[in-house]
């Protein structure tokens, strides 16, 4: 089984700080997304990285997948209340019998308070 | 809106009773995934159907089991159920792209009494 452990569990900040959340595993995957979810709503796909090394923008929030394809990050900088929400990142399979099979992170629960 | 439609949004049932959660996914995509989440477990994959057929699974009990149909739909069912079977449940869909990526519906919370 391939794991991905997600750290902090729990982050509770004030606006206008900067924040990291790490996903990291022992094993190599073909592709990182990051998802984010709010109270009653569904997983919303926030970025993908494919290459080692790939680092991707979105505003205020940067990604980045590790050289090996093992581990990712999130940076969010200078965040705001709307940002709150769970943050959960996903380690897609390649091919065969597993494609398609995202194994997901605990997640990451974001409290950003004014 | 991720264009995936899941109902009933809420279910309240007692237990060793049998529910069936319904989706249907986005229009275009042939795979359809089905995904359980609760507090101490997290995201858990329980079954993948593509194009009408299983494709892969995952954590799934044998009291529950899915199907997809010629319109793509697909229908969880949830037999026998135990309080431990209270959860949030998920349907997704991908198109057919290298990474996976997934969209999900809004959620069926089922709630064992």
């Known amino acids: 089984t391939q794991l991905l452990e997600q750290s902090p569990q729990f982050l509770s900040i004030q606006e206008g700080e900067n924040l990291t959340v790490y996903c990291n595993s022992s094993s190599v995957f073909s592709s990182l997304q990051w998802y984010r979810q709010e109270p009653g709503e569904g997983p919303v796909l926030l970025v993908t990285?494919?290459?080692?090394?790939e680092v991707k923008k979105l505003k205020r929030l940067t990604f980045q997948f590790g050289d090996a394809r093992k581990d990712s990050s999130l940076h969010i900088t200078a965040a705001q209340p709307g940002d709150t929400g769970l943050y959960l990142c996903?380690?897609?399979?390649?091919?065969?019998?597993?494609?398609?099979?995202?194994?997901f992170g605990q997640g990451t629960i974001l409290t950003v308070h004014p | 809106d991720s264009g995936v439609t899941q109902t009933p949004k809420h279910l309240i049932t007692a237990t060793g009773q049998r529910v069936t959660l319904r989706c249907s996914p986005r229009?275009?995509?042939?795979?359809v995934y089905w995904y359980q989440q609760s507090l101490d477990q997290g995201l858990q994959f329980l079954i993948q159907y593509y194009n009408g057929e299983e494709r892969a699974k995952g954590n799934i009990l044998e009291r529950f089991s899915a199907q997809q149909f010629p319109d793509l739909h697909s229908e969880l069912n949830l037999s026998s159920l135990e309080l431990g079977d209270s959860a949030l449940y998920f349907c997704?869909?991908?198109?057919?792209?290298?990474?996976?990526?997934?969209?999900f519906g809004e959620g069926s919370r089922l709630t064992v009494l």
């Open positions: 996903a380690g897609a399979h390649a091919g065969g019998t597993s494609y398609g099979k995202l194994t």
């Open positions: 990285v494919v290459t080692g090394g």
């Open positions: 997704a869909s991908s198109p057919r792209t290298i990474t996976g990526e997934l969209f």
């Open positions: 229009s275009g995509d042939l795979s």
